[in-house]
T-cell receptor, first 114, second 114 residues
Framework: QQQVKQSPQSLIVQKGGISIINCAYENTAFDYFPWYQQFPGKGPALLIAIRPDVSEKKEGRFTISFNKSAKQFSLHIMDSQPGDSATYFCAASFLIQGAQKLVFGQGTRLTINP | DTEVTQTPKHLVMGMTNKKSLKCEQHMGHRAMYWYKQKAKKPPELMFVYSYEKLSINESVPSRFSPECPNSSLLNLHLHALQPEDSALYLC?????????????FGDGTRLSIL
């Protein structure tokens, strides 16, 4: 099953709050889990990524939590700012035919209210 | 500014036209990708090139024809497209598709089929 399920579809958070986006997968061949941020009119930009041998990774205000046994991972944005308003995609990657295949979740439209 | 450059930014074409999308990167990456993104949807993989050879074709209709003339350039030739092919076409690159590495996206070409 090459799907990644992402929730919620949309999220509104007050400035300074914590934004949490969740993802789940079935395929145990997935071996790399990046998160992308996309602003209107722009391509996705890599935010942060994690491998399944690590349970948590933090970069600035962004933290990925990874639960390998539950096949779930989540993005936490601390001290959310209006500039964080964007669409966020989780993704999962596996290697096939000697190449990396990236599968995206359905996306979460995040709005940070000032 | 994105390090993956796509041209043109916008393209309007009729169903009988032939056109090409161009993607360029100068990061020394040896893997390049084409994705299709419909409005409010995640990017979907179309093709993967690794060391200038086609590694993955996600059963894309033959009216889309990719070409990788050298390690820095990726083209997508379009012919006899359908209205449902209207979308944002994204190019990405990574250091080596044989390993899990970040993919860097361009800002895309927004294609409209009349």
């Amino acid at each position: 099953q090459q799907q990644v399920k992402q929730s919620p579809q949309s999220l509104i958070v007050q400035k300074g709050g914590i934004s949490i986006i969740n993802c789940a997968y079935e395929n145990t061949a997935f071996d790399y889990f990046p998160w992308y941020q996309q602003f209107p009119g722009k391509g996705p930009a890599l935010l942060i990524a994690i491998r399944p041998d690590v349970s948590e990774k933090k970069e600035g205000r962004f933290t990925i939590s990874f639960n390998k046994s539950a096949k779930q991972f989540s993005l936490h944005i601390m001290d959310s700012q209006p500039g964080d308003s964007a669409t966020y995609f989780c993704a999962a990657s596996f290697l096939i035919q000697g190449a990396q295949k990236l599968v995206f979740g359905q996306g979460t439209r995040l709005t940070i209210n000032p | 500014d994105t390090e993956v450059t796509q041209t043109p930014k916008h393209l309007v074409m009729g169903m009988t036209n032939k056109k090409s999308l161009k993607c360029e990167q100068h990061m020394g990456h040896r893997a390049m990708y084409w994705y299709k993104q419909k409005a409010k949807k995640p990017p979907e993989l179309m093709f993967v090139y690794s060391y200038e050879k086609l590694s993955i074709n996600e059963s894309v209709p033959s009216r889309f024809s990719p070409e990788c003339p050298n390690s820095s350039l990726l083209n997508l030739h379009l012919h006899a497209l359908q209205p449902e092919d209207s979308a944002l076409y994204l190019c990405a690159s990574s250091q080596d598709s044989r390993f899990h590495q970040p993919q860097h996206f361009g800002d895309g070409t927004r294609l409209s089929i009349l």
